[in-house]
């Protein structure tokens, strides 16, 4: 059985950081691309970042550019997403996804993206 265990979600300050971790076990991590995605109150799913299986090519969405960055351990099955700067637009649950195949396209909609984790709060106050 695949699961997907996001962690490191917390209230923070403006300005401060977080770094989010997705556990992955049960199935074939190094062969997936994995993402992070975002949901805010009342708004739809959004793509925050993602990052081929051989950790090479990583994408981003243009609001977190340069502030956030996505990496993988592959030997500890674990992918990360590290926010610095934080914004109280950065508010959302976080969820990390992972595309279950060997695939050279890191994608960045959500249907691409077959197993998924439970969410992580992130809160940033003003």
């Known amino acids: 059985q695949v699961q997907l265990v996001e962690s490191g979600g917390s209230l923070v300050q403006a300005g401060g950081s977080l770094r989010l971790s997705c556990a992955v076990s049960g199935g074939s991590f190094l062969q997936w691309n994995m993402a992070w995605f975002r949901r805010a109150p009342e708004n739809e799913r959004e793509f925050v970042a993602a990052?081929?299986?051989?950790?090479?090519?990583?994408k981003y969405t243009d609001s977190v550019k340069d502030r956030f960055t996505i990496s993988r351990d592959n030997a500890k099955k674990t992918v990360y997403l590290q926010m610095n700067t934080l914004k109280p637009e950065d508010t959302a649950v976080y969820y990390c996804?992972?595309?279950?195949?060997?695939?050279?396209?890191?994608?960045?909609?959500?249907?691409?993206?077959?197993?998924w984790g439970q969410g992580t709060q992130v809160a940033v106050s003003s």
């Open positions: 996804a992972g595309d279950g195949t060997f695939s050279g396209y890191v994608a960045t909609d959500d249907h691409s993206y077959g197993y």
């Open positions: 990052i081929a299986w051989n950790g090479i090519v990583t």
